[in-house]
């Protein structure tokens, strides 16, 4: 039997932190995740360029294309003028639609999306082949099938590591490469904030996962309960890793009042979280400022919106 690749390359193994160096963390959350574009505006309105990005699915298809160039502005400005025309927008996610059969024969999903097209249909111009042509190094998590566990991926295809991130059971199909099944890196891994302790002084994680919202009065029907039952167990793994080691901010965008699959919300999603970027700008600045080894010593990080 050929032996697998290893979990995390021998590269992130062998890194060393470096002072005054910045990480950032870009979790899962499903359309929430176009918050992660108001803080990416927020690093570049202070400057701060990461020394390297982690991701998980919504946060790995943000994260690489910010890695690869572009600014939270641009990422702004191409979402808003895909998701202005609704009609082109749902074309292209017809045209993203995968082949059935290709895993799970019988599923019945029309609208099961293969990952790699529809990158390729969405994606904004200028994302590289290859992890190494990127600006900034990006790591992007996945859930490996078949280990039930996370896989890492920060060199050699980009496209295929991020689809697999993104392959949310039921609306993406699961990927295959390099040896593995992948599929939604939030199944293990929502937020891959200690991916970046070795080799960043300092890391920020923005966790967008969000959770049900209500009085308890009324149960949630049987759709709303399928994903807000992934939110709660993502929530739960987070809370243990923060218990764990936390980064040094973790930026909590007011979105849970979104649905993961709000696509044509994201004018809505974005204005809430305008609400509160000075509250997560000072919290981005306060851990710049302080002693890293300071920061660390925070059991749960600078928190902003929590």
């Not at 927008?89 to 993203?96: D, G, I, V």
Request: hydrophobic share 50%; net charge positive.
């Amino acid at each position: 039997m050929t032996a697998k690749k290893p979990l995390v390359t021998p590269r992130a193994r062998g890194a060393h932190a470096k002072a005054g160096t910045v990480g950032l963390a870009l979790g899962a959350g499903g359309v929430r995740g176009f918050a992660h574009i108001v803080a990416l505006e927020l690093f570049d309105e202070l400057g701060v360029k990461p020394a390297a990005i982690a991701g998980a699915s919504m946060g790995a298809i943000v994260g690489a294309a910010y890695a690869a160039g572009l600014t939270g502005r641009d990422l702004r400005a191409h979402l808003l003028g895909l998701l202005r025309d609704r009609a082109g927008a749902m074309s292209r996610a017809l045209q993203a639609r995968a082949a059935r059969g290709v895993w799970f024969s019988g599923f019945g999903n029309p609208m099961l999306l293969d990952g790699e097209r529809f990158l390729q249909l969405f994606w904004p111009r200028g994302v590289p082949a290859d992890f190494e042509a990127l600006s900034i190094p990006l790591k992007v998590a996945a859930t490996d099938y078949f280990a039930r566990s996370r896989v890492v991926y920060e060199a050699g295809p980009l496209a295929p590591a991020v689809a697999g991130s993104m392959a949310v059971p039921g609306l993406v199909q699961p990927v295959a490469f390099e040896g593995r099944a992948l599929i939604d890196g939030g199944a293990v891994d929502p937020l891959p904030y200690d991916l970046l302790f070795e080799s960043c002084e300092r890391v920020i994680a923005c966790d967008v996962i969000g959770g049900p919202v209500g009085d308890g009065r009324a149960a949630p029907g049987p759709f709303e309960a399928m994903f807000s039952a992934s939110q709660i167990m993502q929530t739960a793994i987070v809370r243990e890793k923060l218990a764990a080691r936390a980064p040094h901010a973790l930026l909590r965008p007011p979105v849970d009042a979104f649905r993961a699959l709000d696509f044509f919300r994201a004018t809505q999603i974005f204005r809430a979280c305008d609400e509160a970027r000075e509250e997560m700008k000072r919290a981005i600045a306060a851990a710049l400022e302080q002693p890293a080894a300071d920061a660390a010593r925070r059991p749960e990080g600078r928190k902003a919106n929590n």
